[in-house]
């Protein structure tokens, strides 16, 4: 079918669930994705994981004649995951493959060990079209090896719902990989953490984009619980309202590197606002670029009423100064000031940074 081209492969041959190529290849007449396979590097370390099965979905197949075989794939992801769930145990990693075309109905994924991957080459590519995606692993219990795994995927929202929303009860992990997220719709997030689990559900998204296009009241991406990684990915909202970019609060803990925020609302490009008693700083932001457009927002709003903030480690904020009283950076960490640490500090008058104990970064 012309909606899953692939390549034949001797039986014998070593071909790695990961690699650079962006592929699907049929070894022994089993598919195989040779892109980044999240759920390979979560689970175990170096211990490969053995995917049970894989299913099919085409915007060409059927659910009601369908088997999810390549041959005769699901119309809808809905029913690949009763598939999985039906034909596979809870401890068997599923992967279902999603061919190009519009599959646009709000998706529910409750049983994790389970890999979504489209057709998407790049985070900006339509190819595989989704609704928005709510992820709720109730009764997971392993942070890594109980994995969503989301790749090459258009992911949007029209309606009021985050475009992806990690929620629940239980413990476990959403790896999101070459993915476009987006909201139309205001008072929405493109992504929402609210997991409540006290291990501390973990978000990764590398190589994504992240975006609100719209007058943006709510925030971009939004992690009230967890653990979250953003790597490699943009986030930004291009038409001004009141949201944030990313914002870490309650006891969110995260890690941005090489992450590009740039925002024209008036909220801040990157807010943590934590309630969070801790010794060591629960926010890490490295090599990443911070812009707000708005003069009276800050590149960076960094709070935490019962510990240190966050560190910001050679990265460069971008910010229009308009007079007294803008701020690249401001907030309040533990009751006082704030303490952060990076590398060449050079800024006009007017771009103070607010009772901030620093060293070392640039300023635009």
């Given amino acids: 079918m012309a909606a899953f081209p692939y390549i034949n492969i001797p039986a014998d041959a070593q071909l ?7 592929l699907l290849v049929a070894q022994d007449g089993v598919l195989r ?34 088997t999810g075989s390549l041959s005769a794939p699901f119309a809808s992801i809905g029913a690949a995951l009763v598939a999985a769930s039906a034909s596979y145990s809870a401890t068997s990693y599923v992967r279902i493959n999603v061919g190009p075309g519009d599959f646009t109905t709000p998706l529910s994924i409750t049983r994790a060990r389970t890999s979504i991957v489209g057709a998407n080459v790049s985070a900006d590519d339509r190819m595989t079209r989704l609704g928005p995606v709510t992820v709720d692993c109730a009764s997971a219990t392993q942070k890594f090896q109980d994995t969503v795994a989301l790749s090459g995927l258009f992911i949007q929202s029209t309606t009021a719902q985050p475009a992806l929303k990690i929620t629940g009860t239980g413990l476990f992990s959403v790896d999101v990989v070459n993915a476009y997220i987006t909201t139309t719709v205001a008072g929405q997030n493109a992504v929402l953490c609210d997991a409540s689990n006290a291990g501390k559900p973990a978000v990764y998204l590398r190589s994504c984009v992240v975006t609100k296009q719209v007058s943006a009241s709510a925030d971009v991406v939004r992690f009230s619980r967890g653990d979250a990684r953003l790597d490699s990915t943009r986030v930004f909202a291009s038409i001004s309202g009141t949201g944030d970019g990313v914002v870490f609060e309650n006891n969110a803990v995260g890690l941005l590197d090489r992450a590009l925020i740039d925002i024209s609302t008036t909220g801040s490009a990157l807010r943590v606002n934590l309630a969070l008693s801790t010794t060591s700083l629960p926010v890490s932001v490295s090599n990443s670029a911070l812009t707000a457009n708005a003069s009276s927002s800050a590149c960076a709003y960094l709070a935490n009423t019962l510990g240190p903030a966050a560190l910001i480690w050679q990265c460069i904020l971008t910010k229009p100064l308009s007079g007294a009283g803008e701020y690249a950076i401001t907030g309040l960490s533990n009751g006082s000031t704030l303490t952060l640490l990076s590398g060449n500090l050079a800024f006009p008058v007017n771009s103070t940074i607010n009772t901030v104990t620093r060293v070392g970064m640039t300023i635009v």
């Fill in 33 to 66: 994705k040779t892109s980044a396979q999240s759920i390979a590097d979560l689970a175990g370390g170096d211990t490969p994981v053995v995917i049970a099965g894989e299913l099919f979905v085409s915007a060409n197949g059927s659910d009601a004649t369908g």
């Fill in 16 to 22: 790695p669930l990961t690699g650079e190529e962006n």
